[in-house]
């Protein structure tokens, strides 16, 4: 559906520790939008902080679908 949303997530470390949070407004968007945007802010901010790699997990089946094309 499209409704009013905000998105974000948590990124720990392979031990489990968090590292760091983030969100961001969407005003008004679809939930699969919602999923990705939360997906590609998490990636930008990474390299930010000396990380290359990563392992992304979300609940959505179609943000799955969408980023294995």
Same mark, same amino acid.
């Given at each position: 559906?499209?409704?009013?949303?905000?998105?974000?997530?948590?990124?720990?470390?392979?031990?489990?520790?968090?590292?760091?949070?983030?969100?961001?407004?969407?005003?008004?968007?679809?939930?699969?939008?919602?999923?990705?945007?939360?997906?590609?802010?998490?990636?930008?901010?990474?390299? *930010?902080?000396?990380?290359?790699?990563?392992?992304? *997990?979300?609940?959505?089946?179609?943000?799955?679908?969408?980023? *294995?094309?």
């Amino acid at each position: 559906k499209n409704g009013f949303v905000a998105t974000g997530g948590v990124l720990w470390d392979r031990s489990e520790r968090w590292i760091f949070g983030y969100n961001r407004h969407l005003r008004f968007c679809f939930v699969i939008e919602a999923e990705l945007w939360g997906i590609k802010d998490g990636l930008e901010l990474l390299p *930010q902080r000396n990380y290359d790699s990563v392992l992304i *997990q979300t609940d959505s089946i179609e943000a799955i679908n969408a980023i *294995q094309g």
